[in-house]
Each structure stands twice: as C-alpha cells, then as structure tokens.
C-alpha cells in the first residue's frame, strides 16, 4: 500500500515547501506572499503527522502539534488580513514596493 | 484498489495545487488553488490515519482561512490593474534553484534515517484529547488566547483605520 510508505508524504511536502518559498519570492503583493506562507505552514503541518505517524508510536504529539499550527495560521492570516486592508485604504496598493514608509 | 487510485489522484491534486499556487498569475485563481491544495491535504491526513485532522483541516483551513483569503482579494482589489509580477524565466528559475536545494540539502541530511512501514494505526482521538488537557495543557490555552488577541487586533485595526479615513475626508 503506498500510503505505508512514508517518503511518499516526506517529498510531498518538501515539495509544499519549496512551492512556498518559490511564491514567497517571486510574488510581489502583500497577499500573494501570505498565501504562499499558508503553502509553507500546510508542508509543515503534513510533515509533523507524517512524522508522528511512522517513527512515534506510542503518544499522538505531532497531531497535537499539527492542531496548535492550525489556530497560529488562522489567528495570523485575520491579523494580516486586517493589517492589509489598512494599507490598502490608505495607500489604495498593496505591492510591496509602493509601500515604503518604513524604509529609511 | 480503489483505495490506492483515490490516494494516488490526491497526491496528484496536491502536486497541482501547489504548482498552481505559485505559478498562477492572477491572485484569485492562487486563492482557488490553494484551497484545492488544502483540501488533499485534508484527505493526506485521512490516509495518515487521522480522520479528526482531516476534519479539523477542512473546517479551519477550507471554512476559516479560505473564507478570509477570498473576502481579502474581494476587498483589496483592483486586481484587474494586474499587479506587476517578476518574469516568468526569473520566477522558474529562482524557484526550481532553490527548490531543488531545500531538496538537497534535506535529502543529504536524512538519508541516514531508515525509513521503514509503519503498521496499520487507529484513530486516536481519545489519546489527543487527554495530551491536550494535561501535558499540553498551557499550549492549548495559549491558543485560545492568541486567537481572542488577533479577533480583538482585527476588530481594533478595522475601527481605527476607520476613524482615520473619516477625518481625512473631512479635512
């Protein structure tokens, strides 16, 4: 059965990974990085279970862990969010490079 | 047998959605994309053993996050002026470079571990549960306060940004 095979779902989320580290760079607006970042926290989360899954037996941690990044992601995304509809009605932009109060 | 061609075609929806995340031009299609993605990733953990993790994916990625990530590209719009992306030639190249490094440099990390398969498991929800309330008992907590300081941040950014604007159409 493959999904016995725990390289299976190593590689896919390695694969995750560098899909979110490629978007998190190429992409040039505020929302387009953040939805490359929930890319990367999805990698991270499949990775824990696989982990727990295959090479922990006894106590169900990696599945704790995964949950505790969910509400992280999802607390974070609001707080972005809400950040980014800010700029956006002061600055009627969201690309990061026509946002340079902070630069000084 | 079956089994095995749904796991397969989740695996190949979760390889699209990826790719279909940071490839895709427009923001919304990324959006949609990415809730494909989240989804089969809902599924992976089914297949790993853990419906209840499955089904929390579903309701708080898919619901929650997926919900608030449409809202924002509503709202932040105008996404027809196409914000400008790097070229596709820099973006596929810094991608794959740095892809196939994370790759890399992990594959020669863990190669040393030996992979081996894991017997059939069980849902163990009940386990999780015990580990929530007493070893991992602060952490839980912690959660539920984070997520009441960014919904109180959230509604806090939103009244003030308010304020502002009204002010500045009034001076």
């Avoid at chain 1, 990698?43 to 006894?58: C, E, K, P, S, Y």
């Avoid at chain 2, 020669?108 to 999780?128: C, D, H, I, W």
């Avoid at chain 2, 580990?131 to 306060?145: C, K, M, N, Q, V």
Wanted: charge should be positive.
């Amino acid at each position: 059965m493959p999904w016995n095979d725990p390289r299976v779902f190593q590689l896919l989320s390695l694969f995750l990974l560098g899909c979110g580290l490629m978007g998190l760079i190429s992409r040039r607006t505020f929302l387009g990085m953040l939805i490359s970042f929930e890319l990367i926290l999805n990698g991270a989360g499949l990775n824990l279970m696989t982990v727990d899954r295959f090479f922990h037996q006894d106590l169900p941690i990696g599945e704790a862990f995964t949950l505790f990044i969910m509400g992280v992601a999802a607390s974070e995304t609001a707080v972005v969010l809400a950040i980014m509809i800010l700029l956006f009605r002061r600055y009627k932009t969201i690309e990061e490079e026509k946002l340079r109060g902070l630069k000084g | 047998m079956i089994g095995k061609a749904v796991f397969w075609v989740i695996v190949l929806l979760t390889i699209v959605g990826g790719l279909g995340t940071c490839l895709s031009n427009s923001l919304i299609y990324a959006v949609l994309f990415l809730l494909l993605l989240m989804g089969s990733v809902g599924g992976l953990y089914i297949y790993l053993g853990s419906p209840f993790l499955g089904m929390m994916q579903v309701l708080i990625y898919l619901g929650a996050v997926g919900i608030l990530l449409v809202f924002s590209v509503m709202l932040a719009g105008p996404f027809w002026l196409k914000p400008k992306e790097r070229g596709r030639f820099l973006k596929i190249g810094i991608g794959s470079v740095l892809g196939l490094g994370v790759i890399l440099v992990l594959w020669k990390g863990l190669s040393g571990y030996e992979t081996k398969a894991g017997p059939e498991r069980v849902s163990q929800v009940n386990k999780l549960g015990k580990l929530l309330l007493t070893e991992y008992a602060l952490p839980f907590e912690l959660i539920s306060l984070l997520i009441v300081i960014s919904i109180i941040g959230a509604i806090m950014l939103g009244i003030l940004g308010r304020k502002r604007e009204e002010k500045d159409a009034l001076e």
